[in-house]
């Protein structure tokens, strides 16, 4: 088990959303916290005077290493490290956007593998910590509109799981969070139908739940998550033919 009460946490993504919830959530429950994102404001709306603010852009490696930097000398060793920043753009199949696309890697996939190398070597050394990746169950199976963000979630949750096998034993919990919809700014943007809608506080509930029991992968809502691990067992001749005929 692992105890929020006292750890000392820090939070990557706490801008809005998921990130912001959780940070309170933990706050809550007796963490030390710390959060970042790009947006300085925000940052601050969010901590409420409770929490050190440490600004970056995760698609910047070095701002990474020195905001990690700034985050021990403050706080001591890191127990718990939540990466939750992520972007999310819907992309057109059939005038694929390389530049869209990358930018989905730049944020997603890149973005967390800057904040893994930024503090998974000193947890290492010492044999203890959680690295907890924000990710999604659109890496399950390719959606349309998807092109972008779920590839880069798809590498998130491989990432995160070869980690894991490769860390397991060493005192060094990789866990990965596959969440659906979540009521956050980025997914108010979308008008397509989102079943299973979660809140935001709901989310950060199911997640702190999951980082205190070690949970390898938490999947919420429970519908959402039957339904995409199901949908895995789909043949790839079928899957297309559930959508129609769409361009995007």
């Not at 750890?7 to 959060?35: K, N, T």
């Not at 979308?190 to 079943?195: C, D, I």
Request: contains cysteine.
């Amino acid at each position: 088990m692992t105890t929020i009460a006292g750890s000392r946490a820090w939070i990557i993504g706490a801008s809005s959303g998921i990130g912001a919830a959780l940070a309170d959530e933990m706050h809550r429950r007796g963490a030390q916290v710390a959060i970042s994102a790009r947006r300085a404001d925000a940052l601050a709306q969010v901590s409420a005077g409770r929490m050190l603010e440490v600004p970056l852009d995760i698609a910047d490696m070095q701002a990474v290493v020195d905001a990690a930097r700034a985050v021990r000398a403050a706080m001591g060793e890191l127990d718990i490290v939540v990466i939750a920043a992520g972007y999310w753009k819907r992309m057109e199949a059939a005038g694929f956007d390389v530049e869209e696309f990358q930018r989905h890697i730049d944020a997603n996939v890149m973005g967390m593998a800057h904040c893994i190398a930024a503090v998974l070597p000193e947890m290492s050394a010492r044999g203890s910590g959680s690295i907890v990746g924000i990710s999604s169950v659109a890496g399950y199976r390719g959606m349309p509109g998807s092109q972008g963000y779920g590839a880069s979630k798809a590498a998130q949750l491989n990432l995160l799981e070869s980690l894991r096998c490769g860390m397991h034993g060493t005192g060094v919990h990789i866990q990965t969070v596959a969440p659906g919809f979540v009521e956050t700014p980025m997914t108010a943007t979308n008008t397509f139908p989102m079943p299973f809608l979660v809140s935001a506080e709901r989310a950060a509930t199911a997640i702190a739940d999951g980082i205190e029991h070690e949970t390898p992968e938490i999947v919420f809502p429970l519908p959402m998550a039957i339904a995409m691990k199901t949908a895995r067992l789909v043949p790839q001749r079928w899957w297309p033919r559930l959508f129609g005929n769409r361009a995007a």
